[in-house]
């Protein structure tokens, strides 16, 4: 038998070899190919040494409390259904916060402790519902960003109905975190408007061209991973309000 | 086990969310190793994870038995962890390009603790030299190349599993590992004391 290839020991090593007999039987004999051999063993093996981060035991039973809110209890039910169930509280819902958040700021002013304290109420209510609307925004900028290409027209009515759903509650909170002073998330959520804008005004149908066009308007400012770490931070449960706002997030 | 799977998915099918939480509880854990090792940072993984099941439940009607329902799962967790890899070069290239594209300073600031150049208390953590360097090596595999090696080396499904879960054929998933072993051995026999 000639030395024998790196790609007939790779599918050796990786137990796929259709002539392993054969090749381990030259390994047996030749020098030349042990050598060969142990030394790209020996690589494989150093890749297997990256650790990776273990998980508890429950972590998926953690999974599930993360994305059963988001999956809904209907499994099996059209995904429009699913987003229409959203549709019904989603806007009463960030309504009622944001009325409590301005109720807030009206009723309590008399002490200064305690206008700090509900200082701080105020702009975790308010944070939690930018947590669920930025939560809610990044799926329809997920959609799209990774929609896989395709030759003909994509169907977008979903994430274009979403979109113009969330776009009365982006304006409300972009004026309150703006009321508020809190100028990061106001320019994240004026950065997001402009792309739901976009998005609800689009086709119902659109041809790869104009899908480039929406996520290069997604990507330009990395609207995605700002919306991603916004959201998470906000609907973190311990993060205690920062004294600078705009430090925050 | 796969049985066992299989008639989960068909009671998640027909609505039952026991079924799909005890799918969820099964396979998170591999999802979230194979999510790691495919972007190599954590809290990437952490949405990999959570984004496949998301995906999973949205197609599942697009199942078909023909491979393992682990099988499929980890073709969705590759096809995202790809996206999140070429969006954060896609990212990271720009910032090079210059951080006067960034307007304000806190947009610098969330940026910064997106992109994860630098690497945080959490990343040191598991950050051994050996875990950076082959990190950086896996990094330098193409899209494809990473894909079919994790599941290869990682998983341990077989090549034909591979081709058929990712619609490349045998072949080139063959030669996606070939390619991918040459660049890791280029890039780790000098640390393994093995130049060639």
């Known amino acids: 038998m000639n030395h024998v290839s790196e790609e007939q020991l790779v599918l050796l090593y990786y137990g796929e070899s259709a002539e392993a007999g ?8 030749c020098e ?9 063993q020996l690589v494989l093996n150093t890749v297997d040494s990256a650790p990776v981060p273990d998980r508890d035991a429950d972590y998926g039973q953690q999974v599930w409390q993360r994305i059963e809110k988001r999956i809904g209890h209907r499994i099996g039910k059209r995904k429009t259904r699913l987003f229409a169930q959203w549709w019904i509280w989603a806007p009463a819902m960030s309504a ?14 008399q002490a200064t402790t305690e206008v700090a304290k509900n200082q701080q109420i105020r702009e975790r ?9 930025l939560e809610r925004s990044q799926m329809v900028l997920a959609e799209l960003t990774n929609a896989p290409d395709h030759q003909g027209k994509l169907d977008i009515s979903d994430e274009r109905q979403m979109a113009s759903e969330l776009l009365d509650d982006n304006r409300l909170y972009r004026q309150t975190a703006r009321t508020a002073g809190n100028t990061a998330v106001a320019n994240v959520l004026d950065d997001l408007e402009r792309v ?5 005004h689009s086709p119902t149908e659109v041809s790869s061209g104009q899908l480039d066009d929406l996520r290069q308007q997604i990507e330009s400012r990395g609207l995605l991973f700002k919306v991603r770490v916004m959201g998470t931070k906000a609907r973190e449960p311990q993060s205690a309000p920062a004294k600078n706002n705009d430090k925050k997030l | 086990m796969e049985v066992e799977a299989g008639s989960a998915v068909e009671r998640a099918r027909a609505g039952d ?21 495919m972007t190599g940072n954590e809290q990437d993984a952490e949405d990999v994870v959570q984004e496949t099941f998301l995906r999973a439940y949205k197609q599942l009607d697009r199942y078909e038995a023909r491979s393992s329902f682990s ?34 300073e806190e947009e610098r600031d969330i940026l910064q603790n997106i992109a994860m150049d630098t690497p945080g208390p959490e990343r040191q953590a598991y950050g051994s030299q050996v875990r950076d360097r082959v990190n950086e090596a896996l990094n330098e595999l193409s899209a494809q190349e990473r894909t079919a090696f994790v599941l290869r080396h990682f998983e341990g499904l077989s090549i034909e599993e591979i081709g058929a879960s990712l619609g490349t054929g045998a072949n080139a998933t063959k030669h996606s590992i070939f390619r991918a072993v040459q660049k890791l051995r280029r890039n780790l026999e000098p640390l393994v004391g093995q130049a060639r």
């Open chain 1, 125 to 133: 209510i308010l944070m939690v519902a930018v947590g669920d609307h």
């Open chain 2, 71 to 104: 099988t499929w799962l980890f073709r969705i967790a590759s096809n995202y962890s790809l996206d999140l890899i070429r969006m954060r070069k896609r990212h990271e290239e720009k910032r090079e390009r210059g951080s006067r594209e960034l307007g304000s």
């Open chain 1, 96 to 109: 009622l916060l944001v009325g409590a958040f301005f109720i807030g700021r009206i009723t309590h002013k």
């Open chain 1, 22 to 29: 054969a090749i381990d039987q030259h390994l047996g004999e």
């Open chain 1, 32 to 40: 030349a190919c042990r050598t060969e051999f142990r030394a790209l």
């Open chain 2, 17 to 37: 969310s026991d079924a799909f939480r005890l799918l969820v509880e099964q396979h998170s854990r591999s999802i979230f190793r194979l999510a790691f090792r």
């Open chain 1, 196 to 200: 739901l804008l976009e998005i609800a």
